[in-house]
Each structure stands twice: as C-alpha cells, then as structure tokens.
C-alpha cells in the first residue's frame, strides 16, 4: 500500500487543478452512511458481469502502461479473459477528512462517507480498486484505480472509523477520542501516539481553513502542495494550484477522487 505512482480508470478525470472541498452551501458528501442494505446491493454491482469486464480491461490496460504502450486500445476477449479478474474480501465504506470540520464546525464529524470501495486481482498478480457510489436507488461502479489503499486500510477500522485525508495521502484511525495514524504519511501527520480530535481539527485547520472556498488562496490560483509535517509545501511550477473549488452536489467525493486521480495517472477503460 504505497502513494507511489498508480493508475486510475473511470468518472475521475486527473487535470492540472485539484478540488478539495465542497463550497459552502453544497453537499459535504456522496451522500448518508451505507447500510447493510446499501453495502449489499454495491457487493452485487462489484460482482457483475459489466463490472468484471471493466476490470479486466483495466488490468490490460495496466499492462500496457507498464510497457510504456498506448493505453486508449481496443482490448481483445482473449485478453480480457486472460486477466480473470476477482474480487478481494467486503465492500467497505471509504470516508474521507469533513470540509466543515476543518473550518471548525463543534458539531460536525471528524470525516464523511464517500464511496464504497472493494479491492481486486487478476490471474497474473495485479491488484485493483474498485470504488462504487450511489445511482438512484443503486450502486455503480465510479472508477478503478491500481493499489489496494482504498479497499485495505478501510479493514483497519477495529471498532472505529478510518478515513483518508487525501489531500496528504494519509490514512488514519479515529477511535476512543483519538485520531491516530494507519501509514507513515498519517504518523509523520500526528505522531506515534496520534492526537486528540481536538488537536487534529487544529492541525487541519492550520492546513487548510484559508484555502476552502472564497478564500484569498482559491482567487489568486497560487501554486503548491501539501506536506504532513507543515502542510504546505514549496510552489512549483507548472500546473495550477491544489485549490479548494467549490462543488456540486457530491463535493466531498469528488475531492477525493481528485486527489487520488492527481496522484496516479489516467488509464482510459
């Protein structure tokens, strides 16, 4: 599970800039926690037919990448076939750092639910994530992504809630009070020990407050990343900022996958 270069295929287009956080006034999330019900019905989605082609498309297309070939080629039967690719373990719920907590509201949750997640393989070693969001009163699979992240540390969750913060690629565990970290990014994040929730909203707010929408950060378009030690990190150059746009309905899983996309590059289905 690292924050190497990996590859992304579906809804999630990785462009220059990077959405973050909804706007104000907009959804914070993808919508309510899943049910069992929910989690059910993803389960079946993820196991289709439609859904096992567009991995193992993938994983042909991951081949490609890897032997520095075009990525936007048909893909054979045979090849797909091949690939005979099968899921790995439960469909998990995947949640991700809360916009309003970071801008310090008392009463909002430390993350919000953002998609649910399965992890993959296919006969020759690969692995794969599958991430699925809601579709009226279904489940459609969003995208697919190299790496087991998504589906993996969501497993961790012993008794609590673990979520990402993206922005950083940290994985954490809040349980008992405490935020604690899941990778090395998230231990570099909050330390060994982890941190209160109190202190983890003063550290994102520190990352983040004056970069949400409207602010000063978002108008000017300034250049940057972000490191899990200050934050922030030198301007580079190229590219526009990570900037925390304002979003549609569905904001906060955008962000994500924005993030996520941005880190891993596109591979056409």
């Known amino acids: ?92 719920p995947v949640y991700t750092l809360n916009p309003a907590f970071v801008q310090g509201r008392k009463d909002a949750s430390v993350a919000t639910f953002a998609y649910l997640a399965v992890g993959a393989h296919s006969a020759t070693g690969q692995h794969a994530t599958m991430w699925l969001t809601r579709q009226g009163q279904g489940w459609k699979v969003m995208n697919v992504i190299s790496g087991t992240d998504e589906s993996a540390y969501p497993a961790r969750a012993d008794g609590g809630t673990v979520f990402t913060e993206p922005q950083i690629n940290a994985w954490y565990r809040l349980k008992g009070g405490r935020v604690t970290g899941l990778n090395s990014t998230a231990t570099t994040s909050v330390g060994q020990r982890g941190v209160t929730v109190a202190a983890y909203r003063n550290l994102v707010r520190t990352r983040y407050a004056d970069k949400l929408p409207g602010s000063s950060y978002q108008r000017t378009g300034r250049l940057g990343g972000y490191t899990p030690r200050t934050g922030v990190g030198k301007q580079g150059g190229g590219g526009a900022a990570p900037l925390l746009s304002a979003l549609g309905a569905g904001g906060a899983l955008a962000a994500a996958a924005g993030i996520v996309a941005a880190r891993r590059r596109r591979v056409p289905r």
């Not at 990785?14 to 919508?31: K, N, P, Q, W």
């Not at 075009?70 to 045979?78: F, P």
């Open 1 to 92: 599970m690292r924050a190497s270069r990996k590859l992304a295929a579906g809804a999630v287009t990785a462009g220059l800039g990077v959405t973050m956080f909804a706007g104000t006034g907009t959804a914070l999330a993808a919508g309510p926690d899943p049910s069992p019900a929910d989690t059910a019905a993803a389960a079946k989605t993820a196991a289709a037919p439609a859904a096992t082609e567009r991995l193992a498309a993938f994983f042909v297309h991951l081949d490609q990448h890897q032997h520095g070939k075009l990525t936007n080629q048909a893909v054979s039967k045979a090849a797909k076939a091949a690939k005979a690719p099968a899921l790995d373990g439960a469909v998990r």
